[in-house]
């Protein structure tokens, strides 16, 4: 196996005296746009996690493609990091300066370039958020479906092959996204994909882009897939006896070929908490929120055909919400699961994890899991992405308890050796970043090595985004 | 741009003798799967082309992963190429071997691994054909949707990225791939991906894979996604006045998410062809060919839809089929179209091509297309997976007639011209091969170095399918 040392190009990097005349030239070239305030750079800094903050050197606000080329370049003839950044809601660590350098804000790229509706696309600069996307085109009756929680950029979402809700209906980042542009660790300029539904011309490197985490290039736009807004869309909640009953009735579905758009598990925990943070009164149960899709025919044959096969699995018919607002509060609720976890306790950190197995493992995985929580004495939520068999789980740790904190830590590799067992992934949606980087290695073994081969032959010098999803020595 | 000779390491390579010594270990070690009669050199070179026969110098029958990597390891050794070979239908000279070499037939590695009907995915090995695991699966309610038209076997599938028919609802091979086993160029074997629906972990390498032909690695194993079978399952035809029609039809009701499993466009001259070859009386106009899947209600709801849809656009109410049977013949004339294309004409060659564009240019590339066909005098058919943007034109040409070859060229050269114009792709799904290698560099610019520095990461000896994707200098 090829050592993870071998992505250390950058051991002897930036003399303090180039990266200082590099920052001089940005902060003449740039203005404003260009910071080295101490509040701005802890901003910029990963803070969704429980991995130790390591801002950047200095903050750049890019406003176009051509000036992310520009830095790039600039970055790499001074030997010095560069961190794209979105809005900044990763969870693992994407965004942390380990090695500092420059965070380049590409929050300002707020264009959307084009709308086809004809064509069920768009070509959007990386700073676009999601709700930004889908304000900007309602009244075409299109619709971007992937929907990770946070109002994340278009641009982070793709690098981190993000998902959430959606996914089982109409996939992740990795299908959504049809072309990038991108600047490469040498300030080089390239286009992939473009604006056809599919191709088989070269390699697919818009989906070796997708997921990289900003370590192979600078996402600065995308031609995205968008849907047609559906004529229905019906909402409810499902409550069952146990865990398993919840997972396997999702499965029957899944086979019966039933084109659930939206099919999230609850366990009672998280219930609790979701009662109390947003006001509900769903029984304490395991519990489905589901959204169905289609013609009104058709999606109040979706209701019963789920109904009958949640009762076959002990649970409840689909309770309907009420149009709209009904619908709102319940994915609301779901959205707001991590700040009512935070209630849960006070004063608390929260680790947000999540891993995915094959469906027909979450119902044992996901109880081998509440098992192990309570052997761990640790409070800990689960909600799932059932549909794909992603699910995540948020401890609670009190920051000034080291056995909590160890506890904790143990907690997670038992979790991904647990998925990993059941032959899923360390990460459905969250990405590696820096808390993942052994668990990539335990799950892809020599994959890890053409990995970094790859990295390697397009960022030789190591720029972009070092330190993130391998280790490395420094 | 980096010079497309930076991929010509093997200019220099496999002294004879050295290519005899590792060949007559061959002849040793595998006894009769190991052969180099003419006869099966001949037929393991390209033949579905108007491409020139390039044969390999020998034919290796491999039965597992370990003896893949066993001869790639071995022919890396001796600086022999390695040209992976399923059932010989890829169309654009992905099996000739223009550089000699070894042919590495994977026909026989035709294991059926594990199907996980619960997971809705199986795991096969490379020389599985589609019909082969349809019918295996048969019993369990599923189904394996990608259908280029030919058995193909789906490692080279995957390696040429195909897609087929069902691709408008069930994705091409991109989306069908969960996971590979892949010998690399030096004979290490890796697993990317996985069984976990969607993964964030680490680069995307079965993507890179998927479609990289052969050039990265050779495909061993696939897990690949299944389908449940719908309920129910309607087919029937639709005829236009025009193409415009025909494919306005086609955008509206993709825009209205009509879920349609498959739609297929027919020109007049393929209708033609079609009655001749398959018996058929369908009227000599612009044709849809179209498949809807689910409920019984839903699909005659889809039915109703698309009929009032079509006969907007001039068309005719969707003229259904009768169940099974009256299916069959329809998908079968489909399929026969290159067959019924040949016998338009006698003793006649044809020349496969394809593109795609976004669905909104197609009407318009199409009917300009016809009217090149008709200003260089071609007799070239067109059918189309239309919801896709991708079609396919079939000229005709006379082998002994260098004037037809030429302006059968000069047609290629200016549908790929159009295509690109309208933002679409060089070849939607049959790849790049030897034929499409001037195009690629013509869509994709200088991302096309970063393929040949992916290629080069990865390959050094540039041993696997050279003088493939990208040109070289001998």
Redesign the interface.
Known sequence: MTTLSAVDQLSGRAAPERKEALFASFSARFGERFSRSEALRAQHANTLTWLKVQAPDAVLFAETTEEVSEAVSACAGARVPVIPFGVGSSLEGQLNAPLGGLSLDLSRMKEIIAV??????CVVQAGVTRKQLNEHIRDT?LFFPVDPGADASLGGMAA????GTN?VRY??M??AVLGLTAV?ADG?????G????????????T??L???EGT?GVITELTLKL?????TILAGVSTFETLEGACNAT?AA????L?LARIELLDEVQVRACNAYSKLTLPEKPTLFLEFH??E??TR?QVEIFSEIAQGEGGSAVDLAARAEGRNWLWQARHDAYWATKGLREQTDIIVTDV?????ALAACVSETKQDIQELNLLAPIVGHVG???FHVMPLIDSQSTDEQARAREFLDRLVERALRY??????????GQG?IS??VA?????????I??????DPLNILNPGK?FAEVR
């Open positions: 086809h509706d004809g064509d069920l696309d009756g981190t092959r993000a998902s996914a996939g992740t990795r299908e490469l080089r300029v390239i286009k992939t473009g604006r056809a539904r599919k191709s088989a011309a070269g390699y697919d490197l989906r070796l997708v997921g990289s192979l849907f047609g807004i559906p004529e499965i899944l086979q019966q070929g084109p289609g013609s025919a058709s044959e995915c197995v094959p469906i027909s794909d068999g992603n032959e899923g992934t360390c990460t459905g949606e969250h990405g590696v993942k668990y990539l799950e892809h073994g020599e994959a890890v090595d053409v990995m081969a790859t990295k390697k032959a397009l999803l």
